[in-house]
């Protein structure tokens, strides 16, 4: 572990490297980008970089392996794309929203997800935007309230169902339990529900294949696994929810080399590992003929108190199996790593 001397908000791997690149905000106001390098049982500072606004959220998702450039969304509502070898002026940047940017996620890059290298971000404005970084100024969806809807707090965003070129889905959650499934494609709203409070995080296990599961995380210490394979044309989705704890969920993260493993991490500085179980058969006909899902199980596998303090971001290892990064608001960045996951 590794003590720092700012409020992280984010820490992410640098893809196909031993890198890791820390986020957020330090004393005086302004914004923080730390790389280390993992030696040993020791992290190495490569490199400090400094920004006028703080920065909540990075990714590198709609990048290529060669560019490996960083987006990220600042307090300002600000997204950024940043070379690390060259950090003075960002290569694309875009004044994208009126507030804070609370969530970003990046796909079509990294080999992931089929089409183009899109940016999705989600803001206290109550809008969630998609960006293509070939194109100025304008985004390439803006998902807003309806007039006359109140506006809510964006938390948290994620891409899905990109499998080919064609098809994309977006999926937002917000302060007041709202999750909203939007399609790309069709441009169209094509699922919502509430969870009854706040979502703080939600994750497709993959990004790249037909929806398969979607897993939202709340403030109460309640996950939900929802399983996007068959979609009722009232009911919608089947779920199963789970209690993990009493405090916030902060993040879900799906293990990147078996898509039924997650991890969650906890308003009381505790990871917990989760294995989803399939049931016998993923759906059945209601009773007017019509197909819908039938949920599985969670069971969970193991779990750890780290910190005093929550746990608000978490990042697998795209190269290494059960290789993590956890980032905690007691200021300190811990690599964590977890084994017999062949086992599972």
């Known amino acids: 572990q590794q003590a720092l001397s700012y409020t992280v908000f984010d820490c992410k791997w640098v893809p196909r490297s031993a890198r890791l690149l820390c986020l957020g905000s330090a004393a005086r106001g302004t914004g923080l980008i730390q790389l280390y390098e993992l030696h040993g049982a020791r992290l190495e500072l490569l490199r400090e970089i400094e920004k006028p606004k703080p920065i909540k959220c990075g990714t590198f998702g709609a990048t290529s392996l060669q560019q490996r450039y960083l987006a990220t969304g600042d307090f300002d509502g600000n997204l950024n794309i940043w070379n690390l070898e060259a950090p003075e002026i960002p290569v694309y940047s875009v004044k994208g929203h009126k507030e804070i940017i609370n969530s970003i996620d990046g796909v079509g890059g990294l080999g992931i997800g089929e089409g183009a290298p899109e940016i999705v971000t989600g803001s206290r404005d109550g809008t969630v ?19 006359g809807e109140s506006k809510r707090d964006c938390w948290t965003v994620a891409f899905g169902n990109a499998y080919n070129q064609e098809e994309r889905v977006v999926c937002a959650g917000y302060d007041n339990g709202d999750i909203k499934l939007f399609d790309l494609k069709t441009m169209s709203l094509r699922w919502e529900t509430n969870i009854k409070n706040g979502v703080c995080s939600v994750e497709f ?13 709340s403030l109460e210490g309640k996950f939900h696994v929802f399983d996007m394979r068959t979609q009722h044309p009232t009911k919608g989705f089947a779920s199963v929810s789970e209690k993990a704890q009493k405090s916030t969920i902060w993040q879900v993260r799906h293990l990147p080399q078996n898509r039924d493993v997650f991890m969650t991490s906890g308003g009381s500085g505790s ?3 989760w294995k989803y179980e399939y049931p016998a058969q993923r759906s059945k006909k209601d009773s007017e003929g019509s197909e819908m899902g039938v949920a599985g199980s969670v069971s969970l596998l193991q779990n750890v108190t780290l910190s005093t303090q929550p746990i608000s971001s978490l990042d697998w290892s795209p190269d290494k199996k059960g290789l993590c990064v956890c980032g905690a608001f007691d200021q300190t960045v811990r690599v964590l790593i977890v084994t017999k996951l062949n086992k599972v």
């Open 129 to 147: 935007k998609v960006w293509d970084p070939r194109q100025n100024d304008t985004p390439v969806a803006n998902m807003e309230p309806v007039q």
């Open 205 to 217: 296990d993959r990004k790249d294949i037909n929806m398969n599961k979607l897993v939202a995380t």
């Open 271 to 273: 990871l917990h590992l």
